[in-house]
């Protein structure tokens, strides 16, 4: 079945650094890729998508390309604030009556530090 | 913010107890779904709702029941509380429920049984 595979955490960052986290997947049809991000004590809430592939998402700084021939969707923001520390999910969403249903990675705890 | 709430938020029970937790939202949206969320395992999809009265069951469905009696709220039981069932809950909606489609979420219900 689907699967999404991201990198463990928690990645610990000092201010100003740059981020890359790892997400890869498996599907068995053409799927919608997303970014999830829950700050301490909320619920989930989108960072970005990408519907097809070469799509490129990108929200606050952050950004992620669609890239089929590799089946990843790694996360990027070229330099960190204290704010962005939250736990980031990587998802898809696959077609063919999936009915939108989400299946998640592990999810990517980010702390950064001042 | 999606106008999507969740009660209770916090809840304690027994072993064996009845529980039902609830989900309102003020979209009018069609699709609402009902994830666990458990450390090391990210969100998973309990079950999810098409429309009034139409539900169905999702990755970790045994031991939960679900309604949906009006377009604004799903209710999700545990007939017979276990601790395995001790996790955050989230209810999320979408429009259309398909594929591109961006879920919205709930803040959560932390549930505890002891």
């Known amino acids: 079945g689907d699967s999404v595979t991201q990198m463990e955490g928690p990645v610990t960052l000092s201010e100003e650094a740059f981020l890359t986290i790892n997400c890869t997947y498996t599907a068995t049809g053409y799927p919608s890729l997303f970014w999830y991000v829950q700050y301490p004590g909320e619920g989930l809430q989108l960072l970005l998508k990408a519907t097809k592939a070469d799509d490129k998402g990108s929200n606050k700084g952050f950004e992620a390309t669609y890239r089929k021939e590799t089946t990843s969707f790694h996360l990027e923001k070229g330099s960190v604030q204290v704010s962005d520390s939250a736990v980031y999910f990587c998802?898809?969403?696959?077609?063919?009556?999936?009915?939108?249903?989400?299946?998640f990675g592990k999810g990517t705890k980010l702390s950064v530090k001042p | 913010d999606a106008g999507i709430t969740q009660s209770p938020r916090h809840k304690v029970t027994e072993t064996g107890t009845p529980v039902t937790l609830r989900c309102h939202q003020t979209e009018n949206h069609r699709y609402m779904y009902w994830y666990r969320q458990d450390p090391g395992h990210g969100l998973r999809l309990i079950h999810y709702?098409?429309?009034?009265?139409?539900?169905d069951k999702g990755e970790v469905s045994d031991g939960y029941s679900v309604s949906r009696s009006k377009t604004e709220d799903f209710l999700l039981t545990l007939e017979s509380a276990t601790s395995s069932q001790t996790s955050v809950y989230f209810c999320?909606?979408?429009?259309?429920?398909?594929?591109?489609?961006?879920?919205?979420f709930g803040p959560g219900t932390r549930l505890l049984v002891l």
């Open positions: 709702s098409y429309g009034v009265k139409d539900t």
């Open positions: 999320a909606i979408s429009d259309r429920g398909d594929e591109f489609e961006t879920q919205y």
């Open positions: 998802a898809l969403s696959d077609g063919a009556g999936s009915q939108g249903n989400l299946i």
